[in-house]
């Protein structure tokens, strides 16, 4: 089969809803000097340059981790008796997708970039994607670019330049480089890039590359900006840089003058607490040298309260150009033309897109142009919008026919109708430009927050994901699921003594219950106050000797003993602070908030409770009265707090320091109820860990969630390896295990859900 029509009879329309998210902007960063200077020169040894102190070390640290993951893959695959990971899917939901790559001379290839689930290729239009990145240190991509002068050859730029709103998106490790179509990688630097917003080739000279990066999303660094090779990635020159928090998030060639360049700079700042998506170093530059100097372009193009900038130009008519932007909020603030290679610009009529990018503006920033004609134009926002008279009028082609959120668009130049889009619902295209879109029902690329087995049925399970809402398996055979609720779901609940009780939570706190197995819900938040800081994934647990009881964690913690009809507090607030130093924060920038829970099963009255600012406390009367138990502990996140099943003095927890850009693991033990601690972290690989799940039928056994799989050992011993075969390096958020079964369950983050037997 390899003609597009006879491939389009295989697809399902679909299309999900989802929840939206916003922002605030914080203070403004110092204006930066070198926005003022008309040409930019490159900064001179900036490869040599690099952060002191613990910074570099974590990067060291987060390498090394990378390289152990990798190593004991290896090393796991020589011994024939592991047990080997099952990926249970989803296909057909699909996840975010950053890229869509597709050479002019190959139009029957398809590359596509998962957000945090590795590249995907699809040949001569067939019924599967093939991953062909897996065996890399890491999933996580911004761009993929094939030369155009010999489409064997591709770049693959790692990490997401998408910022995040409540959700979070993963650094890379730099740029990666194959000849032979995608069969075999070579890693060729800019490691410290950590996010790629765009890869370039000359359209002669496929060793002539140019990268924007966006540096690292949780700490300033300079690494970021336009980079240049000549010789296919060996070395590399640094060639725009502005500030440590400005990066390149868009780039074009020229497609006949290959020393003509546009750079798009992106100004944004993230952690934990604060968040600014714009400032006063954002602009649109052009360099006519190769970019060996560089000036902004200011005639016509916005000056003041600048946010993300996407570019594009019309390959027939490369004077031609069109710039859309985002002010500082996220807010559309215009889209811009020039017909004369940026000389000038002047605004387009874009009155009808006003809402397009409904606050969220950093998640979007992208523009698309026919290859032909440079009047059809598509705007990438929220939904897709087309104009075909050169911005006069718009006209929403997306809306109920495709997910929400777009990130990638790729116009095939034989045939301008047929268009491909990515989306956080995966890859779509249409054969008659925008007017009836089809799904890839193939991609397992979903970034599932949590997972639950059903609790009678070991086929049967529910996970929380990305932008796909709650999801339950239809069939794990097929890896077929439907959406159970809508929303960025999180935590799924089922009652074991009556499965017809679901609970299902979403996004800041928003919690419901159903009577009927899953099929509606209604709102279980009563009694519980709208104004308390409730987290992107708040947590809720149920009580495991009464089924009735649940427990919901804001600032403080509430409980519930009717099956979430109403709510009490039964804690004063726990976190240190619910403040930014006089920023504003918001239900999209949350901090101060209970982060995870845990019960004791043989002795319900003991409850631990840890925050995203490092508290860790303990009530040994139900609620009553509550302990600091974490004085001496690190002041991080606190991800997981397990009790042990048959002995509740003993207690495991973990720290999460990937939102203060620390890339260590943190796993502690205490047998004498949080009195005194034992970091148990021992040969753990140093990467964020997600979760920790004591075995209820081996309690010496604890198995470790971590963003570069899963790994399990003997408590006693405190020497940790990495579980079975097959799963890739992919951050694993979440680990449920079926008890009568003995199947473990792995929520990933960008490749869906993953079962392993247990013996």
Same mark, same amino acid.
Request: charged fraction near 20%.
């Given at each position: 089969?390899?003609?597009?029509?006879?491939?389009?009879?295989?697809?399902?329309?679909?299309?999900?809803?989802?929840?939206?998210?916003?922002?605030?902007?914080?203070?403004?960063?110092?204006?930066?000097?070198?926005?003022?200077?008309?040409?930019?020169?490159?900064?001179?040894?900036?490869?040599?340059?690099?952060?002191?102190?613990?910074?570099?070390?974590?990067?060291?640290?987060?390498?090394?981790?990378?390289?152990?993951?990798?190593?004991?893959?290896?090393?796991?695959?020589?011994?024939?008796?592991?047990?080997?990971?099952?990926?249970?899917?989803?296909?057909?939901?699909?996840?975010?997708?950053?890229?869509?790559?597709?050479?002019?001379?190959?139009?029957?290839?398809?590359?596509?970039?998962?957000?945090?689930?590795?590249?995907?290729?699809?040949?001569?239009?067939?019924?599967?994607?093939?991953?062909?990145?897996?065996?890399?240190?890491?999933?996580?991509?911004?761009?993929?670019?094939?030369?155009?002068?010999?489409?064997?050859?591709?770049?693959?730029?790692?990490?997401?330049?998408?910022?995040?709103?409540?959700?979070?998106?993963?650094?890379?490790?730099?740029?990666?480089?194959?000849?032979?179509?995608?069969?075999?990688?070579?890693?060729?630097?800019?490691?410290?890039?950590?996010?790629?917003?765009?890869?370039?080739?000359?359209?002669?000279?496929?060793?002539?590359?140019?990268?924007?990066?966006?540096?690292?999303?949780?700490?300033?660094?300079?690494?970021?900006?336009?980079?240049?090779?000549?010789?296919?990635?060996?070395?590399?020159?640094?060639?725009?840089?502005?500030?440590?928090?400005?990066?390149?998030?868009d780039l074009i060639v020229h497609p006949t003058q290959a020393n003509i360049l546009y750079a798009s700079m992106w100004e944004r700042v993230r952690r934990p607490d604060r968040r600014k998506y714009g400032g006063a170093s954002c602009g649109l530059y052009r360099s006519k040298d190769g970019?060996?100097?560089?000036?902004?372009?200011?005639?016509?193009?916005?000056?003041?309260?600048?946010?993300?900038?996407?570019?594009?130009?019309?390959?027939?008519?490369?004077?031609?150009?069109?710039?859309?932007?985002?002010?500082?909020?996220?807010?559309?603030?215009?889209?811009?033309?020039?017909?004369?290679?940026?000389?000038?610009?002047?605004?387009?009529?874009?009155?009808?897109?006003?809402?397009?990018?409904?606050?969220?503006?950093?998640?979007?920033?992208?523009?698309?142009?026919?290859?032909?004609?440079?009047?059809?134009?598509?705007?990438?926002?929220?939904?897709?919008?087309?104009?075909?008279?050169?911005?006069?009028?718009?006209?929403?082609?997306?809306?109920?026919?495709?997910?929400?959120?777009?990130?990638?668009?790729?116009?095939?130049?034989?045939?301008?109708?047929?268009?491909?889009?990515?989306?956080?619902?995966?890859?779509?295209?249409?054969?008659?430009?925008?007017?009836?879109?089809?799904?890839?029902?193939?991609?397992?690329?979903?970034?599932?927050?949590?997972?639950?087995?059903?609790?009678?049925?070991?086929?049967?399970?529910?996970?929380?994901?990305?932008?796909?809402?709650?999801?339950?398996?239809?069939?794990?055979?097929?890896?077929?699921?439907?959406?159970?609720?809508?929303?960025?779901?999180?935590?799924?609940?089922?009652?074991?003594?009556?499965?017809?009780?679901?609970?299902?939570?979403?996004?800041?706190?928003?919690?419901?219950?159903?009577?009927?197995?899953?099929?509606?819900?209604?709102?279980?938040?009563?009694?519980?106050?709208?104004?308390?800081?409730?987290?992107?994934?708040?947590?809720?647990?149920?009580?495991?000797?009464?089924?009735?009881?649940?427990?919901?964690?804001?600032?403080?913690?509430?409980?519930?003993?009717?099956?979430?009809?109403?709510?009490?507090?039964?804690?004063?607030?726990?976190?240190?602070?619910?403040?930014?130093?006089?920023?504003?924060?918001?239900?999209?920038?949350?901090?101060?908030?209970?982060?995870?829970?845990?019960?004791?099963?043989?002795?319900?009255?003991?409850?631990?409770?840890?925050?995203?600012?490092?508290?860790?406390?303990?009530?040994?009367?139900?609620?009553?009265?509550?302990?600091?138990?974490?004085?001496?502990?690190?002041?991080?996140?606190?991800?997981?707090?397990?009790?042990?099943?048959?002995?509740?003095?003993?207690?495991?927890?973990?720290?999460?320091?990937?939102?203060?850009?620390?890339?260590?693991?943190?796993?502690? $033990?205490?047998?004498?109820?949080? #009195?005194? &601690?034992?970091?148990?972290? /021992?040969? =753990? +690989?140093?990467? *964020? %860990?997600? !979760? @920790?799940?004591?075995?209820?039928?081996?309690?010496?056994?604890?198995?470790?969630?971590?963003?570069?799989?899963?790994? $399990?050992?003997?408590?006693?011993? #405190?020497? &940790?390896?990495?579980?079975? /075969?097959? =799963? +890739?390096?992919? *951050? %694993?958020? !979440? @680990?449920?295990?079926?008890?009568?079964?003995?199947?473990?369950?792995?929520?990933?983050?960008?490749?869906?859900?993953? $079962?392993?037997?247990?013996?």
């Amino acid at each position: 089969m390899t003609s597009i029509s006879k491939y389009i009879a295989l697809f399902t329309i679909s299309y999900y809803l989802i929840g939206l998210g916003c922002t605030h902007q914080s203070k403004d960063l110092p204006i930066p000097t070198a926005k003022k200077a008309k040409k930019l020169k490159p900064l001179p040894g900036f490869l040599q340059q690099r952060i002191a102190g613990v910074d570099g070390v974590n990067y060291a640290r987060y390498e090394a981790a990378l390289e152990q993951a990798l190593l004991d893959r290896t090393i796991n695959k020589e011994k024939k008796d592991l047990p080997e990971w099952q990926s249970l899917g989803p296909l057909n939901i699909g996840g975010r997708v950053t890229d869509i790559a597709i050479h002019p001379q190959d139009e029957q290839t398809i590359y596509v970039a998962g957000a945090s689930g590795g590249v995907f290729k699809l040949t001569e239009m067939g019924e599967q994607m093939t991953p062909i990145f897996d065996e890399q240190k890491s999933l996580s991509i911004g761009d993929i670019a094939i030369a155009p002068s010999n489409k064997n050859i591709l770049y693959v730029g790692t990490g997401e330049a998408n910022a995040g709103g409540g959700s979070i998106t993963y650094d890379g490790i730099g740029i990666f480089k194959s000849t032979n179509a995608g069969e075999t990688w070579s890693h060729i630097g800019l490691d410290n890039t950590r996010n790629i917003g765009r890869i370039v080739v000359d359209p002669k000279d496929p060793n002539r590359v140019y990268v924007g990066a966006m540096g690292s999303l949780f700490k300033d660094n300079p690494e970021r900006g336009v980079f240049r090779s000549v010789d296919g990635g060996e070395t590399w020159e640094h060639v725009l840089g502005l500030t440590d928090s400005t990066g390149c998030i868009d780039l074009i060639v020229h497609p006949t003058q290959a020393n003509i360049l546009y750079a798009s700079m992106w100004e944004r700042v993230r952690r934990p607490d604060r968040r600014k998506y714009g400032g006063a170093s954002c602009g649109l530059y052009r360099s006519k040298d190769g970019g060996t100097t560089w000036e902004e372009m200011t005639n016509g193009l916005p000056q003041s309260d600048l946010g993300r900038i996407g570019i594009s130009q019309c390959k027939a008519q490369p004077n031609i150009l069109y710039a859309i932007y985002a002010d500082e909020s996220g807010d559309f603030k215009g889209i811009f033309k020039t017909t004369n290679g940026g000389k000038k610009w002047f605004q387009i009529y874009d009155k009808q897109l006003t809402q397009m990018y409904a606050s969220y503006g950093w998640w979007f920033g992208n523009i698309r142009v026919d290859p032909h004609d440079p009047d059809v134009i598509y705007a990438l926002g929220l939904d897709v919008y087309k104009s075909e008279d050169g911005g006069l009028s718009w006209q929403n082609i997306s809306q109920n026919a495709v997910h929400y959120d777009q990130h990638a668009m790729q116009i095939l130049e034989s045939n301008p109708q047929i268009a491909f889009l990515g989306n956080d619902g995966g890859l779509y295209m249409t054969q008659n430009g925008g007017e009836e879109w089809l799904h890839y029902p193939y991609l397992p690329i979903t970034q599932f927050y949590t997972c639950k087995f059903h609790p009678t049925d070991s086929n049967q399970l529910f996970g929380g994901s990305q932008d796909n809402g709650v999801l339950r398996s239809v069939s794990i055979k097929d890896q077929q699921w439907n959406m159970m609720h809508d929303g960025d779901g999180m935590e799924v609940l089922v009652d074991p003594n009556n499965p017809k009780l679901v609970y299902a939570s979403y996004q800041y706190g928003q919690f419901s219950r159903s009577l009927d197995g899953g099929e509606q819900f209604i709102d279980a938040t009563w009694g519980i106050a709208e104004e308390d800081p409730k987290n992107w994934n708040t947590p809720v647990v149920m009580d495991p000797v009464n089924s009735q009881v649940f427990y919901y964690g804001t600032n403080r913690l509430y409980r519930s003993e009717n099956g979430a009809a109403s709510w009490q507090v039964i804690s004063p607030p726990f976190t240190k602070t619910y403040q930014n130093n006089g920023s504003i924060l918001s239900s999209s920038i949350v901090y101060g908030t209970i982060t995870t829970i845990a019960i004791a099963a043989n002795n319900n009255q003991v409850i631990y409770i840890g925050t995203d600012d490092g508290q860790v406390f303990a009530s040994f009367d139900g609620g009553v009265g509550w302990t600091d138990v974490g004085t001496h502990l690190p002041n991080k996140w606190v991800s997981r707090i397990a009790i042990d099943p048959t002995d509740y003095k003993k207690v495991y927890l973990s720290f999460s320091g990937y939102r203060k850009a620390d890339e260590g693991a943190y796993v502690f $033990q205490s047998q004498d109820n949080g #009195q005194h &601690w034992t970091d148990i972290t /021992n040969n =753990l +690989p140093q990467a *964020p %860990v997600n !979760d @920790l799940l004591i075995d209820p039928q081996q309690p010496n056994i604890l198995y470790i969630a971590t963003d570069v799989g899963v790994y $399990q050992g003997d408590i006693h011993q #405190q020497k &940790w390896q990495l579980l079975g /075969n097959g =799963l +890739p390096i992919v *951050p %694993v958020t !979440d @680990l449920d295990l079926h008890k009568a079964s003995r199947k473990l369950a792995a929520a990933t983050y960008g490749r869906s859900i993953y $079962q392993l037997d247990l013996p």
